[in-house]
């Protein structure tokens, strides 16, 4: 293990430390003001100098995270909120979309609100306003060191309806700065049922900044509409904080490398020396990636969301072939790393 400049072989970590607890851990918590009140949460320290909590209450989303102390997400004006504050139709989503490392979007509707059989759809679906069962949290040692990690259920289902279950398991080892998020979505229920899945990963200043600029993850994108068209020559780049920005959309093709990875990096050399903050995923499992440009006063912001799918919103995905259909007892899998790194000069 790589700990503060020092390459340490577990013993080595023990003689120097009264516990774990001292350079690394997973410590439970709960936030006890405002519309957080009650949210159970678990804060990730790696002694890699990579912090980030996951929020429990919030479908086991990654909130704020940090590096050397320099924040990496961007943090909306309604902070956390817990899912009893929750607005499922149209666009309510937003009033408790808190931004954070990871908004896990689905699990029946990703993008615009929409309908399917009758019943409305909002905005990114439920599963992010839904509280997970934690099912254990450990610190284990193996043959490489310490792995951190959670595991957690999170179900989406109702009487007369869908019944999908998502398995998450967070993993961070200790003495690295990488977050390894790997999901399992079973389909319960005894019908076929759609699935539609967007991991809106937020980043935000000073990692976003004038000096950034976005690697990959395949082709030039396409422009959603006429207003990502106005920016597309400027797609890897970001301006200052303008009053008045409209949001714009790219969808990416991802290229994958000999090992099927494909990745996005946020570069900024003039943040401590140059870091840059990458988004690996596998199109096999994640065939679309969205880019969410939002550098607006306040809501200054680039999104990174590795996708099952684009975001139109379940009848438009539907009606151009993708959404996924689950059958009874099927399920999927789905993997996702976020890793910062120092740019090399």
Sequence with gaps: MDLYGKALAPRELRRRVGRLGQVAGIEPFIFEEGPARGVRALRFRTGGSLSFDVLCDRGMDLGAAEYRGAPLA???????????????????????????????????????????????LGLHGRISNTPATLLSREARWDGEGCLLKARAEVRESQVFGANLVLRRTISARVGEVCVQIEDTVRNEGHGTEPLMLLYHINLGWPLLDASARLVGPGDPPEPRDAEARKGLENWDTFAAPMAGFRERVFYHRP?????????????????????????????????HFVQWTMTGEGTYVVGLEPATCRVGGYQKEEAEGRVIHLSPGESRRFRLQIEVSQMRG
């Design 74 to 120: 961007w943090l909306s004006p309604t902070g956390v909120v817990a899912p009893h504050f929750r607005e499922l139709w149209g666009e309510g989503w937003l009033r408790s979309f808190g931004g954070g490392l990871l908004v896990t979007c689905g699990l029946q509707n990703v993008g615009e609100p929409s309908e399917r059989d009758g019943e409305e």
């Design 255 to 287: 290229r994958t490398d000999a090992e099927g990875w494909a990745e996005a990096r946020l570069e900024n050399p003039s943040l401590e020396g140059g870091i840059a903050l990458s988004v690996r995923f596998r199109p096999e499992e994640l065939p």
